[in-house]
């Protein structure tokens, strides 16, 4: 009984951190992509075959890279719904030793990303449609979209961004 009491006291502090999934990975470069990510075409994808249609490249600092997961990994960052399309712009790549260890492609338009990493975030809010069916709620709170939006500016990535002003912003 003392070690059942003992496992369940720790349990709390072994989820610590398991919010923000990018903190268990070892790289040491993180990139962000501007691209032309019509048709579902994700980084990683764009990266190896339509090298072309990136018009934007930089190199994070660590500050940025913290802002950045911030926004993608908090609970208050996602909660409403999203368009059915999936065209991203935005991309985020890790990197260790020139080989992709993690990507993030985001979508300001579609209103969600797709991350090779689980977000838990990104599931813990759902839109109710009745009492038997329920949806996660993963598409981006006005808040992130503000977030998100100001980080491409900071960072000089404003090809494909328009004035926010959508459904997604009210």
């Known amino acids: ?35 032309q990510g019509e048709g579902g075409l994700q980084i990683e994808a764009c990266l190896k075959d339509d090298n072309e249609k990136i018009s934007n490249t930089i190199e994070l600092t660590n500050s940025q890279v913290e802002e950045l997961e911030a926004i993608l990994t908090s609970d208050k960052s996602y909660g409403t719904t999203t368009a059915s399309c999936f065209d991203p712009h935005l991309a985020i790549v890790y990197y260790s030793n020139n080989k992709i260890v993690a990507s993030v492609s985001i979508c300001l338009d579609c209103n969600y990303l797709i991350s090779s990493l689980d977000i838990p975030a990104t599931t813990k809010k759902q839109i109710k449609v009745n009492d038997d069916y329920s949806y996660p709620a993963k598409g981006f709170s006005p808040l992130a979209r503000k977030g998100i939006h100001g980080f491409c500016k900071q960072i000089g990535f404003e090809t494909y961004l328009e004035p926010l002003g959508s459904i997604y912003d009210e």
């Open 1 to 35: 009984m003392r070690y059942l009491i003992l496992i369940l006291l720790q349990i709390p502090f072994m989820l610590v951190g398991q919010s923000n999934p990018f903190n268990s990975l070892e790289y040491d470069k993180v990139m962000a992509y501007e691209y």
